[in-house]
């Protein structure tokens, strides 16, 4: 990399420190943590979106957790000097400050270390803020040659370029620092914009320099499945790319590199484990109850691609001192694979298709159509809430045309909804139930949708009205991520309303039936111990009843239940199905019945590593198998939630609909193709009797 290319990059690094102050401050101006001096090291202002604030609030949080966790056990050393924390690329953070006036460094002082215009300019906004100085106390500025920016009793701030080691380490000698005394080194979002063999010379110099350290880490990882290629693309596009992912791409790498590098014992986890082992529940429901918010698997993902390192070396800080044993979350590590679906772009797509969307809902009509409405996605060239229907239609059985029309001429125009349901009522009837405008505006009504032809006759030339369908029962409809299922009771077609969740219950519990002739809404015996609440789940029709998989739980926990509501004389009996292996919690998943066996096809989980593909469940047996889609066929990434998928039974072919989602800051990304799944390697036999490992939910 030439000077000048070095000088851009460098430029570019530096603009992450700007963008995430702001969100440091937006944070603290919400509540979500408390920072009086977040705003005060950054000029302006601007308020985040609540995806934003969850990421940085978990952030915070594990970094707070362990530098709390590194002054507690230093204090209480026996005879030990003074504590030192050594932030390295701190940037705009405001740590000295919060630990000063939390009356944390009573025994303890602060080193940060950023590139040299970052430090000046903190030394400046420090200088000429009241607020700030009153917790320095008098200090002194160096001059515009010296690395050293500030230096007060208990606070030093350097300028310097972390991938000079041996200069890094000549300056903070000169500013006191002592490699002997118990150390913590900070790098927060920092290794990852060194070159590899940088990164790779600053922990192992820091192992060798402090003999009696913890080394924390807060970083990007997991960059080959789909949400990880945004990610990289992304930060490329900053021009601050990502390095050495592909060397340490999950948290058993990044443990084996820092113990390679001379750190004695090292423990490492995502920040979904972090978030569920050593936040408290009561302070995880106070902050998802701040804001209103509906981006579940974007901040699932999130997490997963984010991990906090502690590392240590020496015998007075044990290396459990961060993150002690905890039996308070479990892998569930899905089994190895027992097959492959080979997946491909329908014929047709080559170009691309116009269903870039997500949250939206589709329908079959016969093997030669699929209608999808609503969602978010692009649309006349920008992102918003989608007010077009895209019709899928096939044509010599073979190839398909896709196409977005209108709904000129309807009773009512198009909402905008989205995680709403529909359902074929006829051959050219589609009842919309649920959805929301935003996560605190739902959807009002019902819709019907009516598909007419043009004088043509041309599939593609179809029609949409809308009208309005008339139904009682606001509470029951205020609803969304919720299912509705066509179930059969004394030779009557209903629709099962089940779950999801509303502007007043962030999750659902209750369930309703609609009697399909009528479109009135009905009361129905239901036996057996009711399934937990939850939103985001799959539901299909199976021998008059409905199965039940997965979904997010009450304290947003993906959940690996699957349950069946059997049909029965006196009306419905739940059940639940005994898996086994059990299956990976998940969510936001699509599912199917085809030769008895029930598919569970992509989805998000965060009980394990992997990427989800499509889980087959043996009806007769219980028996789960994990299926892998090979995606060779199609472009990368393939986004398997917020999607919707029709099966083609008789061809033995899945067909996925739009998918994806709003990856935290780094853009919005819709699959930008429809695909089709190869599910001839099923085998054909086993559906239709009595399942067994079958009793009453629990």
């Not at 010296?146 to 009793?153: D, P």
Request: charged residues 20%; contains cysteine; aromatic residues 8%.
């Amino acid at each position: 990399m030439g000077p000048r290319n070095r000088e851009r990059r460098t430029g570019a690094v530096q603009s992450t420190n700007d963008s995430s102050a702001l969100s440091k401050s937006s944070l603290a101006a919400r509540g979500y943590v408390r920072d009086a001096f977040a705003g005060l090291l950054v000029p302006g202002a601007g308020r985040r979106a609540p995806l934003i604030h969850r990421g940085y609030y978990v952030r915070a949080r594990a970094v707070r957790h362990c530098v709390r966790a590194f002054l507690e056990r230093a204090r209480a050393l026996p005879a030990a000097p003074p504590a030192q924390v050594l932030s390295l690329g701190a940037g705009s953070d405001s740590l000295y400050f919060r630990l000063k006036s939390a009356g944390l460094l009573g025994r303890a002082s602060v080193w940060e270390v950023d590139f040299p215009d970052v430090a000046r300019r903190k030394a400046e906004r420090i200088r000429d803020t009241p607020a700030l100085c009153a917790l320095t106390g008098p200090f002194q500025t160096g001059d515009p040659s010296s690395a050293l920016c500030l230096e007060g009793t208990d606070y030093r701030l350097l300028g310097l370029d972390l991938r000079q080691t041996p200069r890094l380490q000549g300056a903070l000698a000169a500013a006191g620092l002592d490699p002997a005394s118990p150390t913590l080194l900070l790098a927060e979002a920092v290794l990852t914009y060194l070159e590899p063999d940088r990164a790779a010379d600053l922990i192992a110099w820091a192992a060798r320099r402090f003999p009696n350290a913890v080394f924390v880490v807060y970083e990007q990882m997991r960059p080959r499945d789909a949400f990880g290629q945004v990610m990289l693309q992304h930060f490329r596009r900053l021009n601050s790319p990502l390095h050495g992912l592909d060397r340490f791409p999950d948290v058993e790498a990044q443990r084996r590199r820092f113990l390679q590098a001379g750190w004695t014992a090292c423990s490492a986890m995502d920040m979904n484990e972090f978030y569920r082992r050593f936040l408290p529940a009561e302070e995880r429901r106070r902050v998802e109850n701040l804001e209103p918010f509906d981006e579940f698997e974007e901040w699932h993902l999130k997490c997963s691609h984010y991990f906090i390192l502690a590392a240590s070396r020496g015998d007075t800080l044990p290396p459990t001192l961060a993150f002690p044993s905890s039996g308070a979350f479990s892998r569930v590590d899905p089994a190895s694979p027992a097959g492959v679906f080979r997946a491909t772009v329908i014929p047709g797509d080559s170009q691309g298709s116009n269903l870039k969307r997500y949250g939206h809902a589709s329908v079959l009509f016969g093997p030669r159509l699929i209608l999808s409405a609503g969602g978010f996605g692009e649309q006349d060239g920008r992102h918003c809430r989608v007010s077009k229907f895209h019709l899928l239609s096939r044509h010599c059985d073979v190839e398909w045309k896709d196409s977005q029309v209108g709904s000129g001429g309807s009773e009512v125009p198009w909402d905008g909804r989205l995680y709403h349901t529909m359902t074929n009522l006829s051959d050219a009837h589609v009842l919309v139930l649920g959805g929301r405008l935003s996560p605190v505006n739902p959807a009002l009504g019902a819709l019907q949708l009516h598909l007419s032809k043009s004088e043509s006759h041309d599939l593609e030339d179809l029609n949409v009205t809308i009208t309005k369908a008339g139904l009682e029962g606001d509470s029951i409809l205020s609803r969304w991520r919720h299912s509705t299922t066509e179930v059969s009771y004394q030779n009557q077609e209903y629709l099962f309303v089940y779950g999801g969740r509303s502007v007043a219950d962030p999750v659902l519990s209750d369930w309703h039936f609609l009697h399909e002739r009528t479109m009135s809404w009905v009361g129905i015996s239901v036996e057996g111990e009711p399934p937990e609440a939850r939103h985001s789940h799959s539901a299909c029709s199976w021998q008059g009843g409905v199965l039940i998989a997965g979904g997010l739980g009450a304290s947003e926990e993906p959940l690996n239940s699957v349950l069946f509501l059997k049909p029965v004389p006196a009306g419905f009996l739940w059940e639940s199905i005994d898996t086994q292996p059990p299956i990976t919690p998940r969510y936001s998943h699509t599912a199917h019945v085809l030769n008895g066996k029930l598919l569970l096809v992509g989805g998000v989980w965060i009980h394990s590593s992997s990427v989800s593909g499509v889980t087959v469940i043996d009806l007769t047996t219980g028996l789960s198998s994990e299926y892998q889609i090979d995606t060779t066929g199609v472009p990368w990434p393939l986004m398997l939630h917020n999607h919707t998928s029709i099966l083609l039974s008789d061809e033995q072919q899945l067909l996925l609909l739009g998918g994806g989602g709003n990856c935290f800051s780094f853009g919005t990304y819709f699959n930008p193709h429809i695909v089709t799944l190869d599910l001839s390697s099923l085998s054909t036999g086993g559906g239709g009797g009595e399942q067994v490992k079958m009793g009453p939910t629990k």
